[in-house]
């Protein structure tokens, strides 16, 4: 672990200490401390898609759903709360859906063999286009009040989409490191064969990876709908983008199982500096994502370069 | 009746000079503990158009390191895949301890305590090792779903021990070297609390230290009562190390001996002793210029020290075992790996090294994996033919369909090729078809040099002769051809002379009159 952490550090790290170097010199607001917790705070849902994406990846597979998913869930989620008035009930929605579509991502890939790519570009249509059918493209507002505390709210002067990120980190830690199942993603994209071996039912490790997948995008709507205290169907549309540039310049490779979270968790916070700095400079958004694009390239150019004997 | 039910009381050691004895169905009341530990009898296997085991029986003794021997193909690999359930057998039963035994499955092996370290590790590269040695087995936390780590790292320092494997559980498999790889394969196994132990060309990456390493603990291993299943190529380990020696040849046993009622000339006698078969066999025409000349050729892909010359009009053959570096030859002569040292000459010509410039100068390379590396398979028999000649054909840039229509046909005409039209999809066609493909493809080009690795890997008997002859009209018409090929019997009869490798090395060029299976196996061999 700490000599991973030694000769990866840099690559992600670097970036991050030069992307936060460059803001601050360009615009004064940057390096404030309400600005560098507003980073942290908008990282959160970018967090939440990226821990699972970073599992997904290690297995060799990928998700592209995440961001339709997540709007979908977002609907439901707002939908179910405008009905019952329970946030309780509206939550429980938002998390069946994406438990629901993480199940179907890892059984199209992991029973029915379908490459993850086209599985889960086949599942996003699925996900967008029932979106756009539950709101007949309007957004869903009126939401109980109470919801939006989950985003804006602070506990013990700490903001909560904050300590959400900071569980949600250490959760995923423990999952990957400490226990079977860890070890399982490890091995799934590093020697299958080996798993099968052992006699570990690979088919449902990989289908529990999905369904990982699907219920943090579930959560995540929790916190975006807090957010816009409303759903929006194309609110989630991109965020897939964002988690797998996240976790590609964070240094987990898309071979031989090789995955490092704090890398991923270190990669959100680039994407997040980037866009926080992008838009001080007032980019608009559709050019921030030329901005995260060229990033991703240059991350694995180097990672490239440095792994070259 | 007698005699057999009172051998199987004695054991084993009592009858390893008997002959070889037809073994009478067994019935309950014969079962006993001193029957070998694992048995396998009259174990048959087809393959698609071979018959990779036809009777083979095999015993395994406790404490024993039973060598397995053969040549590639004879059927060691798949008799192992047998007994550790990777593959099922067409005929034949298993016995353990003298009891019928099921091996459906790689899990009911290891209920049997067999474990097989194959050449390709079963290890997850970025876990450690202890993670690895208990992948699937983690010792369990009191929490659900979690390992207990005390545990789990002090089981693994005490299998690590076992082995004298002085290294920290936690380093991950991805930052050990071959041997240490081999070592955490062991400790697997062991784990696995292994009573049969299979190793395949264990020794194959190892240097000489980590094989007396190696050695040692396979000794102690057999103090402990665990049986070995080895399989080599190297006499020298085979008498270092065996207890017995079982010979494989053609799917066959030729023999079980022991090393004692043994030399290293008699077993490479027993493995490479099949009938002559003349099928083969070309006339001899005095070779012309020289076309191809490589001198003191190295790549980054292991070979050194490599010198070899092809005439016009020879076929060359390029033998040696799998892995002693023919296919590396290969590319690298051709330019598709980097040469790092050495000259290769073709025509008298200096060449720079690249598949474009051989490819334009006249050499062919028809790789052994013919689908992934020899033919555009979703595109059509024409197409391929004219593929490694658009510049020669269309210099101005602008294909005319037509002139590459008739090149294809002739293509198709010259080597017989059974396609009904150019258009048809390479893919559809048989495999000694597609390799015709290939030829035709680079006799377009106007190759003089071709350089075949394997052409008849995985083509039937029939288009393997169709094969030779064609191999035969390219040098009549003079042609240089060096051609790799695993099969000895094949070198012997279609080649002039041929060179023979190991470890990356040219051990040995044996003329017209030395070419003998013999020879090639004995240059071969690591002695």
Redesign the interface.
């Known amino acids: 672990m700490t000599r991973?952490l030694l000769t990866r550090m840099p690559g992600v790290a670097i970036a991050l200490v030069l992307l936060i170097a460059v803001f601050s010199l360009a615009n004064p607001n940057f390096a404030t401390l309400s600005n560098l917790q507003n980073i942290l705070i908008q990282s959160t849902i970018l967090l939440l898609l990226a821990l699972p994406m970073t599992l997904i990846i290690m297995t060799e597979g990928l998700d592209l759903s995440m961001g339709a998913v997540l709007t979908l869930a977002s609907i439901a989620l707002a939908i179910t709360a405008i009905a019952t008035g329970s946030i309780a009930l509206a939550v429980a929605a938002a998390l069946a859906v994406g438990l629901g579509f993480g199940l179907l991502n890892g059984v199209l890939v992991a029973a029915l063999d379908i490459p993850p790519f086209i599985a889960t570009l086949g599942t996003l249509g699925i996900a967008q286009g029932l979106s756009l059918v539950a709101t007949d493209g309007q957004s869903v507002v009126g939401i109980p009040r109470g919801l939006q505390q989950v985003y804006g709210g602070a506990f013990a002067g700490v903001p909560i989409p904050i300590i959400i990120g900071v569980l949600a980190f250490a959760a995923f830690f423990v999952l990957l490191y400490?226990?079977?199942?860890g070890?399982?993603i490890?091995?799934l994209g590093?020697?299958r064969?080996?798993?099968?071996?052992?006699?570990?039912p690979d088919r449902t490790v990989l289908i529990a990876t999905y369904a990982v997948g699907g219920a943090m995008a579930g959560f995540a709507a929790l916190l975006m709908t807090a957010r816009m205290n409303s759903a929006h169907p194309t609110a989630g549309i991109g965020l897939e983008f964002d988690a797998i540039a996240a976790v590609a310049v964070g240094g987990t490779s898309f071979e031989?199982?090789?995955?490092w979270l704090t890398g991923t968790l270190l990669g959100v916070l680039v994407v997040g500096v980037l866009r926080n700095g992008l838009n001080l400079m007032a980019v608009p958004s559709s050019a921030q994502v030329a901005g995260i694009g060229a990033l991703v390239i240059a991350a694995l150019l180097i990672d490239g370069l440095r792994s070259r004997p | 009746m007698d005699r057999l039910a009172s051998m199987r009381h004695n054991g084993w050691n009592a009858r390893r000079c008997e002959k070889p004895m037809t073994v009478a169905p067994e019935s309950a009341a014969q079962r006993d503990a001193a029957a070998p530990l694992f048995e396998l009898r009259g174990i048959s296997k087809q393959f698609p158009g071979v018959q990779a085991l036809d009777d083979v029986s095999f015993e395994i003794a406790r404490g024993e390191v039973h060598m397995l021997l053969g040549e590639n193909g004879a059927g060691k690999s798949t008799l192992m895949k047998v007994l550790c359930g990777a593959y099922r057998a067409d005929a034949g039963e298993l016995f353990h301890n003298g009891e019928r035994a099921e091996i459906a499955t790689?899990?009911d092996a290891?209920r049997f305590g067999i474990a097989v370290i194959f050449q390709e590790?079963?290890?997850?590269?970025?876990?450690d090792i202890a993670?690895?040695i208990f992948?699937?087995?983690?010792p369990?936390s009191r929490l659900p779903?979690?390992?207990d780590?005390k545990r789990l790292y002090a089981d693994a320092r005490r299998m690590l021990a076992m082995i004298g494997f002085d290294i920290d559980p936690r380093t991950?498999v991805?930052e050990l070297g071959v041997a240490q790889q081999q070592l955490v394969e062991i400790a697997k196994a062991l784990s696995q609390d292994a009573r049969i132990l299979v190793m395949d060309e264990p020794t194959a990456a190892l240097s000489d230290r980590e094989t007396e390493r190696l050695f040692a603990i396979i000794a102690q291993l057999k103090q402990s009562g665990v049986a070995i299943v080895y399989i080599s190529h190297r006499l020298a380990e085979v008498f270092a190390l065996g207890d017995r020696i079982t010979v494989l040849r053609d799917g066959r046993k030729i023999a079980s001996v022991r090393p004692a009622e043994t030399s290293p000339d008699d077993l490479v006698r027993l493995m490479v002793g099949r009938a002559v078969d003349r099928t083969y066999a070309r006339e001899y025409t005095e070779p012309g210029e020289v076309l191809l000349e490589v001198e003191n050729l190295a790549s980054d892909n292991g070979i050194a020290d490599i010198g070899l010359t092809v005439r016009a009009g020879e076929i060359v053959g390029l033998c040696g075992l799998v892995g002693s570096g023919r296919t590396e030859v290969a590319r690298a002569i051709f330019g598709a790996d980097r040469v790092t040292a050495g000259e290769i000459r073709l025509m008298g010509e200096s060449i720079a090294g690249s598949p474009e410039d051989s490819a334009r100068r006249g050499m062919a390379l028809i790789p052994e994996n013919r689908k992934q590396q020899g033919l555009a398979l979703g595109r059509s028999v024409g197409d391929n033919i004219v593929l490694a000649s658009l510049h020669r054909m269309f210099p101005s840039g602008i294909f005319v369909p037509a002139r590459a229509g008739r090149a294809a046909q002739a293509g198709i005409d010259q080597l017989r090729i059974a396609t009904p039209s150019p258009h048809r999809p390479v893919s559809v066609l048989s495999g000694g078809n597609q390799q015709k493909v290939v030829v035709a493809k680079w006799l377009n080009a106007a190759a003089r040099v071709f350089i075949f690795d394997e052409p008849t890997r995985g083509i039937d008997v029939g288009a393997k002769a169709e094969m030779f002859r064609l191999i035969d009209q390219l040098v009549q018409k003079g042609a240089g051809v060096l051609m790799i090929s695993s099969e000895q019997t094949e070198i012997v009869h279609v080649c002039d002379r041929a060179y023979v490798m190991r470890a990356g090395r040219i051990v040995g060029a044996l003329a017209r009159d030395e070419l003998t299976e013999a020879n090639i196996v004995r240059l071969g061999m690591h002695q």
């Open positions: 991973g400490r226990t079977r199942f070890s399982y490890f091995a590093g020697n064969e080996a798993l099968k071996l052992a006699g570990v031989r199982g090789n995955g | 790689p899990a290891r590790f079963t290890l997850v590269p970025y876990l993670q690895n992948l699937g087995r983690e369990r779903g979690f390992v780590r991950p991805h």
